[in-house]
């Protein structure tokens, strides 16, 4: 079986090349000014969370004064 590509009818066709490639609406201009926005506040918010997020997530080790006092006496 051998797959065959159909040729092309339309001979005057430039690959999308034609009269209005590589020109933009104003619609996308707005479209890429809001998206810069959102995402310069989406950064300002993950820094603000970020700042509070602890160097450690590790416990912290229990020191002798913080632990509680055992006693060694027996009672009866």
Do not use: W
């Not at 809001?34 to 506040?41: E, P, S, T």
């Amino acid at each position: 079986m051998v797959a065959v590509q159909p040729s092309n009818s339309n001979e005057n066709d430039k690959g999308g090349q034609g009269e209005d490639f590589g020109k933009s609406s104003p619609v996308g201009l707005v479209l890429l000014i809001v998206f810069f926005i959102a995402v310069f506040f989406l950064v300002k918010s993950m820094n603000k969370h970020l700042k509070r997020v602890p160097a450690s997530f590790d416990e912290p080790a229990e020191t002798p004064a913080d632990a509680p006092a055992e006693s060694t006496e027996k009672k009866d």
